[in-house]
């Protein structure tokens, strides 16, 4: 059986990625997934999210990753709609202080922290975000940002 070493890196020469699960247990807050090699394929920021049940997580984060592939950018503190339907979601730079709790793997990969992530933060039915100072407070803790928002 592969090490989770070794599949990593054949997933990210077959696909050009690979999609790290990490299910809440009683100490996380949440499920979250982010991806590994699309900083290494296309020069392009790893991807997180956090919040979501796996099976949408799985299908944003591919989605994106082919989008990537397509030539598509994101870019930091800007709200996009082609991420979620019916929904704008906010993608900001991962600041390197969350890196060790959230990006093991990756940083394993990477050899350390010298490769850039950004997360993908969705809004509430209401269209609220966790930064937003209405936001209910269990969605605040559900769905840590770990960059910085730039409120407009």
Known sequence: MPSIEQTIKTNIKKYGHHIIHVMADEDDEADFAYTIGLYETYGKPEIIMIGQDQELLQIVLNNLAYDYKE???????????????????????????????????????????????????WPTQAGMFPYDENAPEDFKEWQPVLGKVNKK
């Open 71 to 121: 030539g598509r950018t994101l870019t930091d503190n800007k709200l996009e709609d082609e991420i979620l339907d019916d929904y704008k979601c906010m993608v900001v730079n991962v600041d390197k202080e969350h890196y060790e709790e959230f990006l093991g793997l990756a940083m394993d990969y990477y050899k350390g922290t010298d490769f850039d992530v950004m997360q993908v933060i």
